[in-house]
C-alpha cells in the first residue's frame, strides 16, 4: 500500500480486508485453517450452527443472550427441545460453551447476558459459512452507512443472510424480481430510515424464516406481500410504528411456524384484534411480548379484520355480556362451547405484557393460550382485572391449568385475577408486588389439593396481611408459602 496515496485507495482496501480477509496471501493457511480446528472441535452440528450464525452480525457486535437464543430459536436450530424454556436453556449451555473455548467472549464481566467475538474468529466463521472462500455474499452485513445504490442492492440476489443496521436509505423505489431472493432464510434491518419496502420484496423470498425490522422509527405499516411468507418462524417488530397487523396474515399457511412475535414501543398500536379464522395459523406460537404499546384491548373477532377500530369485541370491561366469551364470538349463547377453539394458541407457552398503560385486562389471550406456563404483566397502570367476568364451571379446570409462574408487578388498579377459584395444578410460584387492591386470591378451600405444586408466593407482608379468604384453613395453609418481599 505504500505506493497509494489518494484516501480513496486506502478506504477501498480497508473495505476490502473488512469483507474478504481469507484473499489475502496466506492468511488462510497460517490464520484461518488453525482457527478451523477449534471449530471442528465443537461437539455437535447444533453447536457448530449456533457458533457460525453469530458471524452475521458486524465486526465487534455486541450479542444479547436473550436476543441471539430468540434467533437460534427462530432458524429452527433448538427445535429439538421439548419446548422454549427447555430451548433456551439449550441455548444458554452452548453460549458457556462457546465462551469456554474461547470462540465468544466476555464484554465486561460485570455487564451480565453480553459477549462479543474476536474478529479472528469472525473472520474464520465468514470463510466456514463461505465454504472456504469458494461462495462468496452468502452473508451480507451493513453497519453505519449512509447509503447505497440499487444496483448494489441487487448484487445480493445470492445472499442466505441479509444484516442492515444504521443505513439511512429509503427502499421504496428499489427494483425487485420474483426471484431476487430465492435463497434468503434471514433478513434483519435495524434502526433504518425504511418507510416501505419495494413492490414484490416480501415475494421475492420465500424460504425466509426470520424476519426482525425492529427499531425502525419510521415504519408504520406492513406490506400487502407479506402474506407470501409461507416459511416464517420469528417475527420481530420492536420499536416500530405499527399500527395494525394487515389482513395478509392470514393467507400464511405456515403461519404456524411463527414462534415469536415481538411487539415493542408501538406507540400507535391501540389494539390487538385477531380475526378467528387466522387463529389456528398461529397454532405454534411459543413466545409473545408486547411492551410500551398504547393498546386498549387485545380481541379476537369472527370476522376477517386485523388492527384497530371497528366494531369488535372489547376488552376494555365495557358491558355485561350473556356468555363469558361472548365478546370474542359474539355468535356464542349460554348454552353454546367455546371449547373447541381452546387450541388456537396451543404451543404459546410465554406471555410478557410490560408498560401498556391503557390495558385494562387480558382475557382473551388467556383463554386462547391453554399450554400456557409463564405469565408476566407489570407496570400497567389500568389494569384491572387478567380474566373478564364469571367463568363456566365446565371451564374452570381448563383455564390457566398449565401455568407453574405468575408474576404480577406494579398494577395499581389490580382488583381480581379471575373472579373463581380456580385448581392450579402446575403453578409452582405466584409473584406479586404494588398491586395494592388486589384483595383476594383465585384460591379456595379446594385448592389445597389441586395447587399442591405451589411452593412460593411472594409479595408484600402488608398486602398479604390484608387479603381476604373464604376460612382461616385456607389462610393458614398458604401462609406457609408465603415469602416477604
Known amino acids: 500500500m505504500a505506493s497509494r496515496k489518494h484516501p480513496d485507495d486506502w478506504r477501498r482496501a480497508i473495505k476490502y480486508l473488512k469483507n474478504r480477509p481469507s484473499d489475502f496471501a496466506r492468511m488462510t493457511e497460517r490464520v484461518l485453517s488453525v482457527l478451523e480446528f477449534s471449530y471442528e472441535a465443537l461437539p455437535n452440528e447444533t453447536q457448530k450452527k449456533c457458533f457460525l450464525y453469530c458471524s452475521i452480525f458486524p465486526e465487534d457486535y455486541v450479542y444479547r443472550m436473550d436476543e441471539l437464543i430468540d434467533l437460534w430459536m427462530g432458524e429452527g436450530f433448538l427445535s429439538e427441545c421439548d419446548g422454549s424454556h427447555e430451548a433456551r436453556d439449550w441455548g444458554i449451555d452452548i453460549i458457556r460453551y462457546l465462551k469456554r473455548v474461547c470462540l465468544l467472549e466476555e464484554v465486561d464481566m460485570s455487564t451480565q447476558g453480553s459477549f462479543k467475538m474476536h474478529d479472528v474468529v469472525r473472520d474464520m466463521a465468514l470463510w466456514l459459512v463461505s465454504e472456504h472462500g469458494q461462495k462468496k455474499n452468502k452473508i451480507v452485513c451493513l453497519e453505519k452507512q449512509r447509503s447505497f445504490e440499487p444496483k448494489e442492492f441487487m448484487k445480493w440476489t445470492n445472499a442466505e443472510t441479509i444484516f442492515l443496521q444504521d443505513v439511512y436509505q429509503e427502499m421504496g423505489n428499489f427494483p425487485v424480481t420474483p426471484t431476487a431472493f430465492s435463497s434468503l432464510s434471514t433478513l434483519i434491518i435495524r434502526r433504518t430510515r425504511v418507510k416501505t419496502f419495494p413492490k414484490g420484496f416480501f415475494c421475492s423470498m420465500p424460504l ?104 369488535t369485541g372489547r376488552s376494555d370491561g365495557s358491558g355485561s355480556p350473556p356468555h363469558p366469551f361472548a365478546s370474542y ?78 408474576e404480577l408487578t406494579d398494577l395499581p388498579k389490580l382488583e381480581s385475577i379471575c373472579k373463581r377459584a380456580l385448581p392450579f395444578p402446575s403453578l409452582k410460584s405466584l409473584v406479586v408486588m404494588k398491586c395494592p387492591k388486589l384483595e383476594k386470591l383465585p384460591l379456595d378451600s379446594n385448592s389445597k ?22 376460612d382461616p384453613e385456607t389462610k393458614q395453609y398458604f401462609s406457609t408459602k408465603f415469602v416477604g418481599r
Open 208 to 311: 425466509l424464516r426470520v424476519l426482525d425490522l425492529s427499531d425502525n422509527e419510521d415504519l408504520a405499516d406492513l406490506p400487502d406481500d407479506i402474506g407470501a411468507l409461507v416459511n416464517l418462524w420469528y417475527l420481530d417488530l420492536r420499536w416500530t410504528e405499527i399500527t395494525k397487523l394487515p389482513v395478509e396474515l392470514k393467507t400464511l399457511t405456515k403461519l404456524k411456524c411463527l414462534r415469536r412475535l415481538g411487539l415493542e414501543s408501538c406507540k400507535g398500536l391501540q389494539s390487538l384484534i385477531i380475526p378467528k379464522p387466522s387463529l389456528r395459523r398461529m397454532e405454534h406460537l411459543r413466545v409473545l411480548g408486547i411492551f410500551e404499546c398504547e393498546l386498549e384491548e387485545i380481541s379476537v373477532v369472527k370476522g376477517e379484520s386485523y388492527g384497530c377500530g371497528g366494531e
Open 329 to 406: 364470538y359474539p355468535e356464542l349463547t349460554s348454552t353454546s362451547s367455546c371449547l373447541e377453539s381452546q387450541n388456537c394458541f396451543r404451543s404459546l407457552k410465554r406471555i410478557v405484557i410490560g408498560f401498556c398503560g391503557s390495558l385494562k385486562e387480558v382475557t382473551a389471550v388467556i383463554y386462547h393460550a391453554p399450554s400456557l406456563t409463564h405469565l408476566l404483566i407489570q407496570f400497567c397502570s389500568e389494569m384491572r382485572e387478567l380474566i373478564r367476568g364469571d367463568i363456566e364451571d365446565s371451564h374452570v379446570d381448563r383455564t390457566l391449568s398449565c401455568l407453574i409462574h405468575l
Open 449 to 470: 389439593g389441586s395447587a399442591r405444586q405451589l411452593s412460593r408466593i411472594e409479595g408484600g407482608e402488608k398486602w398479604w396481611d390484608g387479603l381476604r379468604w373464604d
